[in-house]
């Protein structure tokens, strides 16, 4: 019974070794630095992004860019001599005016960019008016 649950738990992790290095691969057959994810919180008032570095040996930046290229925020995330592998960090963007946004992460030859769009809906008038007397 012990060598089978042994010899379960050795395939096992054998399958996750192997498909985290496959799932790491950028289109190109080349190993990834790291992955990242962009998501706004429930009120749109906040971004969240999500970050995880494969190769220890990278540190990997963080830069926010505005539509005309200004930089609005710059930071390193992960070191190379970070003891954390992944990240996450909230960005309030309620003080940005409306506009076309980017973040750009890079750590040693890759280079990710999260292009994103900030809008206020235009009130809506009522197409009827009801009045009573």
């Not at 057959?29 to 999500?50: E, I, M, R, Y």
């Not at 494969?54 to 830069?63: D, G, P, S």
């Not at 992944?86 to 973040?103: E, K």
Request: aromatic share 6%; hydrophobic share 40%; proline share 4%.
């Amino acid at each position: 019974m012990k060598t089978s649950i042994k010899s379960l738990a050795g395939a096992l992790l054998l399958t996750v070794a192997l498909s985290s290095s496959v799932l790491a691969m950028d289109d190109h057959g080349h190993k990834k630095v790291f992955g990242v994810a962009v998501f706004p919180t429930v009120d749109a008032s906040k971004l969240w992004v999500v970050l995880e570095k494969y190769q220890a040996e990278n540190t990997v930046n963080l830069v926010l860019l505005d539509q005309n290229g200004s930089v609005l925020h710059q930071e390193i995330l992960l070191g190379k001599r970070s003891k954390r592998n992944a990240c996450r960090q909230q960005f309030d963007i309620s003080q940005l005016p409306d506009g076309n946004y980017l973040f750009q992460i890079t750590a040693g030859a890759q280079k990710e960019e999260i292009p994103f769009q900030l809008g206020t809906p235009a009130k809506k008038e009522p197409t009827r008016l009801i009045a009573i007397k």
